[in-house]
Structure formats: structure tokens, C-alpha cells
Nanobody, 124 residues
Framework: QVQLVESGGGLVQAGGSLRLSCAASGRTLVNYGVGWFRQAPGKEREIVARMNWSGGSTSYADSVKGRFTISRDITKNTMYLQMNSLRPEDTAVYYC?????????????????WGQGTQVTVSS
């Protein structure tokens, strides 16, 4: 059974930084697309960062480009989201996810395993 356990959320002032972690168990993250999504109150879940299955390519939503960085540590089977220059509009519940199928990308419509979510609140 695949489990994704997130940590690192919290309250931060605008301009500050947080690093989210997502520890995977039950299956390796290698050869699977991984990503971070977020959902703000009253809004749909959106993908903010993704890494392809080989780990060789990343992409970001325009709203976070240049501020957020997705990474993974295959020795720890853990993925990360480094968030810098945080803004109040980044406030949301953040979810990590990995595609259930290998050698594929990841997105909102792929069949994913999901973490439980962690709250990030940015005060102005």
C-alpha cells in the first residue's frame, strides 16, 4: 500500500520561505511522475510543480515560477517543495502526489496516489 506523508506546512509572513516534504512508503518514487498541487478555499485543485518520471525535467505553474522548486531524494524516497518569496495568494492546502503508473507524467487528471495535505498560510 502506497502512503505519502507530508510535513512542513505552517504559518509564515509574506516574503518568507517554507519547505514541504513528502515521504513515500510502499513503493519507490523512481520512474514515476511526481508533483505538488494546492487547493485554496473556494477554488479548484491546481498543480503548482511537477517532475517527470526520470527526474530530468520539471515544470511550474506561472504563478510560482522562479519562487518554488520541486526536488526529490531517491535515497530517502522523499520529494520536496521549496517555497520562497511567499505571498498571501499562496495560502492553500498543499498536496503531494505520484502517478500510479510508471514512465508517465503527472497532472490533475492522471490516476495518482495522494498525500493527506498540509496547510500553508501566508500572512500579509
Amino acid at each position: 500500500q502506497v502512503q505519502l506523508v507530508e510535513s512542513g506546512g505552517g504559518l509564515v509572513q509574506a516574503g518568507g520561505s517554507l519547505r514541504l516534504s513528502c515521504a513515500a512508503s510502499g513503493r519507490t518514487l523512481v520512474n514515476y511522475g511526481v508533483g505538488w498541487f494546492r487547493q485554496a478555499p473556494g477554488k479548484e485543485r491546481e498543480i503548482v510543480a511537477r517532475m517527470n518520471w526520470s527526474g530530468g525535467s520539471t515544470s511550474y505553474a506561472d504563478s510560482v515560477k522562479g519562487r518554488f522548486t520541486i526536488s526529490r531524494d531517491i535515497t530517502k524516497n522523499t520529494m520536496y517543495l521549496q517555497m520562497n518569496s511567499l505571498r498571501p495568494e499562496d495560502t492553500a492546502v498543499y498536496y503531494c502526489a505520484t502517478n500510479k503508473r510508471p514512465y508517465m507524467g503527472i497532472g490533475a487528471t492522471t490516476d495518482n496516489h495522494w498525500g493527506q495535505g498540509t496547510q500553508v498560510t501566508v500572512s500579509s
